[in-house]
C-alpha cells in the first residue's frame, strides 16, 4: 500500500472526526509544504497514528481549555534532508513535564481509568517504530503538546514529478 502524506489523506484521516470537532469548536489547519510526499506502508496503521494523537488532542483541549478560548489543532507536514516530518501541536496547555517521557509507555494514562486505557500513544509509537522505521517525540510548547513523527527519507519517500 502507498500512503501519500498530503493533504488529501489526512483530511480523509479527519473526517472521522468532523463532527466531533465542529460540534466543540475545535479548529483544525494543516500546512503541507510538499504535496508530493509519499511514504510507503500500511495506511490504515498510519491513519490510526493520526487519530489517537489527534484524539487525545482534542480530549485534552475539551478538558483543559474554557469555553470563551479558542481552540486549535495544527498540523504541518514536511521534509528535511533525511525526514519526513509530520508535526501534530494543539492549545490545551500541554502534559505536565513529570509525565512527557511516560507518554508512550503501556498503560500510562493521564485521563480518568473509565476514559483511557493507557494504550493510543503506546500503539501510534509501536507502528511508527516498527512499520514506519521511523519516530515519534512529544514536547510542550507555549500552547500545548507537540507530536513530531519522522520517517526516514530514505527507506520511504516517493516524490512524484
Known amino acids: 500500500m502507498v500512503l501519500g502524506a498530503k493533504v488529501k489523506h489526512i483530511n480523509q484521516t ?9 460540534h466543540n469548536k475545535i479548529k483544525i489547519t494543516k500546512e503541507i509544504i510538499d504535496s508530493k510526499l509519499f511514504i510507503f506502508g500500511d495506511t490504515q496503521k498510519f491513519s490510526l497514528v493520526l487519530l489517537n494523537i489527534i484524539s487525545n488532542s482534542k480530549d485534552f483541549l475539551l478538558l483543559n481549555k474554557k469555553e470563551e478560548l479558542k481552540k486549535w489543532i495544527k498540523i504541518k507536514v514536511y521534509k528535511n534532508e533525511n525526514y519526513i516530518c509530520i508535526e501534530i501541536e494543539d492549545n ?3 502534559i505536565k513535564e513529570e509525565d512527557l517521557e511516560k507518554v508512550f509507555d503501556i498503560y500510562f494514562t493521564t485521563k480518568h481509568q473509565s476514559q483511557g486505557t493507557g ?14 522505521k521511523g519516530d515519534i517525540k512529544v514536547k510542550n510548547t ?11 527519507v530514505s527507506m520511504r519517500l516517493n516524490i512524484n514529478p
Open 14 to 22: 479527519l473526517l472521522v472526526l468532523k463532527h466531533n470537532f465542529r
Open 92 to 94: 490545551a496547555g500541554g
Open 119 to 132: 494504550l493510543g500513544l503506546y500503539i501510534s509509537y509501536e507502528i511508527i517504530k516498527k512499520y514506519f
Open 142 to 152: 507555549k500552547f500545548g503538546a507537540l507530536f513530531t513523527i519522522k520517517i526516514p
